[in-house]
C-alpha cells in the first residue's frame, strides 16, 4: 500500500515535470469523457422534458388506435360511447380525435398547423381549457357548425396577439368562426400543444373526407382501474375485430416505458460513439508511455539495480498511466458538467449532468490508461539492468 | 563473503564464442578493501555485473554471504540486490526528479519500510557522507563530488555486506575523486566490505588488496602494504 502511494507520488512528479506533454496526452481522455458526459446529459435532458410533457396528459388517459383496414368491420364512435355509457363508475368520458395537417388563412397571412376534430368531452378527457369564449359543444358535433378554438401560438401569430373570438379564419380554403381560445400550455411555442385548433368532429370528418375515426382517449375515474378498464376496453374490441393486430389500447405509463427504452438505446448508441474518442486518447497514452520507457531507460536501470522488481516497476507505469488518464477523466467530467451548464443558462437546450454517468466515466478514464499502459509497463519491467544502466 | 569458484561468461558472436569470464576463482573475506584492477575489454565490468547480481555466470558457482546466487531467478537476484549490495556507479546513476533525501530512500522503499524509519535511515546515511545540510536539494543542484556522494549514501542505508563501486572516481576531478576515495577509506575503517572497479593504478593502490584481471583471467592478486 504505502508503495502505491509512494509510485502515485512519483507519477504526479513525472506528470508535473513534464506539464505540457502530460497535457496532450490527456487531452484524447478529456475530449472523450467530455463528449460523453455532454452528449448523455443532452439525451438524459431531452427525455426527461419529454416525459414531463407525457406525464403532464395524467395517468389516467387510456388512448385507443385503431389500426385494422377494413371498413366493413369497424368500430364507430357511436359503438364505443354507448359502451362507455355502460361502464360510467369506471369512465369519466371519452372523445374521438380525428388529426391532420391544415393550412390557416387570415388575410394575407397563412401558417400550417395540427387540426384536431372531437367533441365536448375533450375538454374533460385531457384537460384542455379556453382562455376566452367557449369549448367546443354537443350541438357543435350534431350540426357541424364551423366554429373553430385556436391555440395560442395561431393568436400570436395570425392575430399579433388579439383576441380573436368572433373573427373569421380559413381552414383550407373554408370560412370557420372562432369561438374560443385554448389555454397556453407549452409557452406558445412553435409545434407545441399551443400550436393547434379544435373543430367539431363532424367537420373534421368532411374537411378531411375522411369518415373513419381511428383515435379515441377516454380518462378512467381513477389511476387504479386503469388496467382493469384496458382490460375489457380489449375484450371488447376483439369482439369487433377477432384480431388483435386490428387496434391498440395503451396509456401514459405505457407511453413512457417505450420511450424510456428507446432514448436509453439512443443514449448508449451515441455515448458509444464518444467513446470511439477514448480508444483514439488510450492509443495516445500507449504511445506516449512508450516513449516515456525509452526516455526513462537509464531510471528503469537504476530502480533495478538497487532492487526494484519487475511487478515495481509494471505497477509504477500501470500508475503513472492511470494517473494521467484518470486526471484527464477528471477535467473532461468538469467540461461536460460546465457544457450542461451553459445549454441550460441559455436554454439552447435541455440537458442533465448524470453523476452516476461522471462516475463511470471516471472510472472507463483509470481503466483505459491500465489497460493501454499495460502494453508499456511490462516493456519497462523487462528491461534488462545492465542494458538500461548503459543506455545513453 | 564473496566466493567465486571457477566462473565463466561467454557471450556468443556470431559463430564465435567470446570469454569475457575464462574460469575465474576469487574469495573476498568480511571487511576487505578490494580493487579489481584492469584495462576496459579485460572483463572487469562483466566480474562486477556478476559480482553485483545484474548478471548470472555461464558456468560456475557464486556464493554471496553464504549464499549460492548463480541459479536465481530475476526477481530473487532483485531482492539480493536490494539486501546485499550497494551500488555505486561512475555515472553516479541518481533520479533527476528526486531530491537527494528520495533518492538515498529508494532501495529502502523496495524492501517495504515505513515512512518515519526511512526518512531516518536516509537522513543517517546522507549524514555519515557529509551533506546532511542538502536533503532537498535535486541531484542537478549539487556537485559531481556531492552527487557521488549522495550514491554513497544510498549504496549505504540498507546496510548491505558489500559495497560494490564501479570507477566511482570517474567522473569526477581530482579533488572530489580524493574526498570520494576518503570517504571509502573511512568506511572501510567503519567495518564496511568495499568492492572497487577500477582501471586506473593510483585508485587502485589505496584498496588494502589488488586483483589484476585481463582476458577474463585473474592475474595478479596482491595484498598492499
Not at chain 1, 455515448?271 to 483514439?280: F, M, Q, R
Not at chain 2, 556468443?12 to 574460469?23: P, S
Not at chain 2, 562483466?46 to 556464493?63: K, Q, R
Request: proline share 2%.
Amino acid at each position: 500500500m504505502a508503495q502505491f502511494i509512494l509510485a502515485f507520488k512519483m507519477a504526479i512528479k513525472s506528470i508535473l515535470s513534464n506539464k505540457l506533454r502530460s497535457f496532450l496526452t490527456m487531452l484524447g481522455v478529456i475530449i472523450g469523457i467530455w463528449a460523453v458526459i455532454a452528449v448523455v446529459g443532452l439525451a438524459q435532458g431531452s427525455t426527461k422534458s419529454i416525459t414531463d410533457r407525457l406525464q403532464q396528459l395524467g395517468t389516467n388517459l387510456i388512448q385507443i388506435n385503431i389500426t385494422g383496414r377494413g371498413s366493413n368491420r369497424n368500430v364507430t364512435y357511436e359503438q364505443l360511447q354507448s359502451f362507455v355509457d355502460q361502464h360510467q363508475d369506471d369512465i369519466e368520458a371519452l372523445a374521438p380525435t380525428l388529426s391532420s395537417s391544415v393550412t390557416l388563412k387570415v388575410g394575407t397571412q397563412t401558417h400550417d398547423t395540427t387540426m384536431i376534430g372531437t367533441t365536448a368531452d375533450y375538454s374533460v378527457v385531457r384537460d384542455v381549457n379556453v382562455s376566452s369564449g367557449r369549448f367546443i359543444l354537443p350541438i357543435d358535433v350534431d350540426k357541424r357548425q364551423k366554429v373553430v378554438l385556436v391555440g395560442t401560438y395561431i393568436v400570436k401569430k395570425l392575430f399579433s396577439g388579439q383576441n380573436p373570438v368572433g373573427q373569421k379564419i380559413k381552414i383550407n380554403g373554408q370560412v370557420f368562426t372562432i369561438v374560443g381560445v385554448l389555454q397556453e400550455r407549452a409557452n406558445s411555442q412553435e409545434q407545441s400543444d399551443d400550436d393547434q385548433i379544435i373543430v367539431p368532429v363532424t367537420v373534421a370528418q368532411r374537411l378531411t373526407r375522411n369518415a373513419i375515426i381511428r383515435n379515441f382517449a377516454l380518462k378512467v375515474t381513477d389511476p387504479n382501474k386503469s388496467d382493469a378498464v384496458m382490460q375489457y376496453l380489449n375484450d371488447f374490441l376483439y369482439k369487433i375485430y377477432n384480431d388483435t393486430t386490428s387496434y391498440r389500447v395503451f396509456n401514459t405509463a405505457q407511453l413512457l416505458d417505450t420511450l424510456n427504452t428507446v432514448t436509453q438505446t439512443l443514449t448508449l448508441m451515441l455515448a458509444g460513439i464518444a467513446a470511439i474518442s477514448l480508444i483514439v486518447g488510450g492509443i495516445g497514452i500507449m504511445n506516449i508511455m512508450l516513449v516515456s520507457v525509452t526516455e526513462r531507460t537509464r531510471e528503469i536501470g537504476i530502480r533495478k539495480a538497487i532492487g526494484a522488481k519487475r511487478r515495481n516497476i509494471l505497477v509504477q507505469f500501470l500508475i503513472e498511466a492511470s494517473v494521467v488518464t484518470g486526471l484527464g477523466g477528471i477535467v473532461g467530467i468538469v467540461f461536460g458538467f460546465l457544457t450542461t451548464v451553459i445549454l441550460n443558462r441559455f436554454k439552447i437546450m435541455t440537458a442533465v449532468f448524470s453523476l452516476p454517468w461522471a462516475v463511470l466515466a471516471l472510472l472507463i478514464s483509470v481503466g483505459i490508461g491500465i489497460v493501454f499502459g499495460l502494453f508499456p509497463a511490462s516493456k519497462a519491467s523487462k528491461l534488462n539492468p545492465i542494458e538500461a544502466l548503459r543506455y545513453e | 563473503m564473496i566466493e567465486l569458484i571457477d566462473i565463466y561468461k561467454i557471450y556468443k558472436m556470431g559463430d564465435t564464442d567470446v570469454y569475457a569470464l575464462n574460469g575465474v576463482n576469487l574469495k573476498i573475506e568480511k571487511n576487505e578493501f578490494v580493487a579489481i584492477l584492469g584495462p576496459s575489454g579485460s572483463g572487469k565490468s562483466t566480474l562486477m555485473n556478476i559480482i553485483g547480481c545484474l548478471d548470472t555466470p555461464t558456468s560456475g558457482t557464486y556464493i554471496l554471504d553464504g549464499n549460492e546466487v548463480s541459479k536465481l531467478s530475476d526477481n530473487q537476484l532483485a531482492e539480493i540486490r536490494n539486501r546485499k549490495i550497494g551500488f555505486v556507479f561512475q555515472q553516479f546513476n541518481l533520479i533527476a526528479q528526486l531530491t537527494a533525501l528520495e533518492n538515498v530512500e529508494l532501495p529502502l522503499i523496495y524492501q517495504g519500510i515505513s515512512a518515519s524509519k526511512r526518512h531516518r535511515l536516509a537522513r543517517e546515511a546522507l549524514e555519515r557522507v557529509g551533506l546532511s545540510d542538502r536533503l532537498n536539494h535535486r541531484p542537478r543542484q549539487l556537485s559531481g563530488g556531492q552527487q557521488q556522494r549522495v550514491a554513497i549514501a544510498r549504496a549505504l542505508v540498507t546496510n548491505p555486506p558489500i559495497i560494490l563501486a564501479d570507477e566511482p572516481t570517474g567522473n569526477l576531478d581530482s579533488k572530489s575523486g580524493a574526498e570520494i576515495m576518503q570517504i571509502f577509506k573511512e568506511l572501510h575503517a567503519q567495518g564496511n566490505t568495499i568492492v572497487l572497479i577500477t582501471h586506473d593504478n593510483n585508485i587502485a593502490a589505496q584498496a588494502k588488496r589488488i586483483v589484476r584481471i585481463s582476458d577474463g583471467q585473474i592475474i595478479e592478486d596482491r595484498q598492499v602494504i
